[in-house]
């Protein structure tokens, strides 16, 4: 094991905040799965105590309520980000600050000799974050995007079944995050602060999408809604076909009073389905094709063969979800292990660029109303 890295906080709030005691603790991502310091399996392969990799230098905020925050649970408080960059015990820095200013600060604690694990979305635009990696390269700091929700649970499952050809091979995936109470009242509403949904929640899934499926992304369609915001996108609808054909349904929504699934996955032998972050649902395997034919079912004023339901057991079988195991701090365990030299990025610079692009591509597709030919 490497040195323990020394991280000073930029940015206290939510995010920031929930790092803080994450770091503080220990507990890392596990804070945020219910999981504490009290549950059996805490310094687990499942949940590694990050207080032996991280140590929390302190915190800083330009909010007076955040640094009596961090203050009141025994945190330093850095009077300013030049007191962060000169702290020669500081080995890195966490950008957890509204979305338009990661680039000046990532950019000038790289240049102060630290390195960087950065807050999604890392940047504003895929130019800015050509600037960022150039000062990472010239500098030879690290600059790590925090894309956390790779490591999700629905997501680690529904990358499972994905990749081990669960419901054989898979034609369609369909994610759909769906809330109802608009964008929140703070600087996610304010387009020049990095307001948005697309920036907010249409990052984590096109950037899980992305990490998963090992293939060219050729058409992409995209309209954002302004259902409950006329300045900044409150939801998003995207559709992406990729080179084999397989067709990617993504949705944030922020005015939907009744949730459609968090997931659907459809393969040519099975498809699979959760329901919501509690993690229930179902996958369900073909046991017989050649029993496709049934009696009719009625459908509204008509019968329909076709859609009628198989029959579980003889046809189909249904199984629970293959939820994996995986340690919920893979993330930061692998930001330390990169700063220390001893592993090389899995959330990388080029991925979060691609990442970038495409939304950017999102985004020009909902002005012009068009497909636009990504990655052809
Ligand atoms: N990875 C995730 O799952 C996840 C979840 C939530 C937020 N985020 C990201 O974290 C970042 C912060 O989001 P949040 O929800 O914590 O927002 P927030 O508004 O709750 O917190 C931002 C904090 O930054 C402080 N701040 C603003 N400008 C600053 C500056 N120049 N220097 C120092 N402090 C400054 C504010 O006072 C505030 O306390 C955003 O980039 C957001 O996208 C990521």
């Avoid at 009625?298 to 057991?313: D, W």
Wanted: glycine content about 10%.
């Amino acid at each position: 094991m490497g040195k323990k890295i020394r991280i000073a906080i930029v940015g206290c709030g939510g995010m920031g905040g929930g790092h803080a005691i994450a770091i503080q603790s220990g507990t890392g991502n596990a804070i945020w799965n219910g999981n504490n310091l009290d549950v059996p399996g805490f310094d687990s392969p499942m949940t590694t105590d990050i207080s032996k990799l991280l140590e929390l230098a302190g915190i800083q905020d330009i909010d007076p309520a955040r640094e009596e925050w961090a203050r009141e649970r025994g945190m330093y408080v850095y009077k300013d980000l030049d007191e962060v960059l000169a702290d020669e015990t500081v080995d890195a820095v966490l950008v957890a600050t509204p979305n338009d200013s990661h680039k000046p600060i990532a950019i000038a604690a790289m240049k102060a000799g630290k390195h960087v694990l950065c807050e999604k979305p890392v940047m504003m635009s895929s130019a800015d974050l050509l600037d960022v990696m150039a000062v990472s390269k010239e500098t030879g700091k690290v600059f790590y995007p925090r894309q956390n929700r790779e490591w999700d649970e629905d997501f680690m499952t529904i990358r499972r079944i994905y990749e081990e050809k669960l419901v054989g091979e898979v034609f369609n995936i369909k994610c759909r995050i769906m809330g109802s109470r608009g964008i929140p009242g703070d600087w996610r509403g304010i387009k020049e602060k990095g307001g948005g949904m697309m920036l907010d929640w249409g990052v984590h899934i096109i950037d899980r999408i992305v990490a998963m499926v090992p293939e060219k992304i050729v058409d992409v369609f995209c309209h954002c809604t302004y259902i409950t915001n006329k300045e900044c996108d409150d939801g998003i609808q995207v559709y992406l076909k990729f080179e084999s054909g397989l067709t990617v349904n993504l949705e944030v929504g922020t005015c939907h009073f009744v949730n459609e699934p968090l997931w659907c996955i459809y393969g040519d032998t099975g498809s699979a389905m959760i329901n919501s972050w509690a993690m229930d649902g179902k996958m369900v395997l073909l046991k017989s094709w050649d029993d496709k034919d049934t009696t009719p079912i009625l459908a509204g004023a008509g019968l329909t063969k076709t859609m009628a339901p198989r029959m579980v057991g003889t046809s189909t079988e249904e199984l629970p979800l293959p939820i994996p195991e995986f340690d919920w701090n893979t993330l930061y365990k692998n930001f330390v292990d990169v700063c220390n030299g001893e592993a090389a990025q899995i959330v990388t610079q080029e991925h979060a660029l691609r990442v970038l692009r495409l939304m950017e591509a999102c985004f020009e597709s909902d002005k012009t109303g068009e497909v636009v030919h990504f990655e052809k």
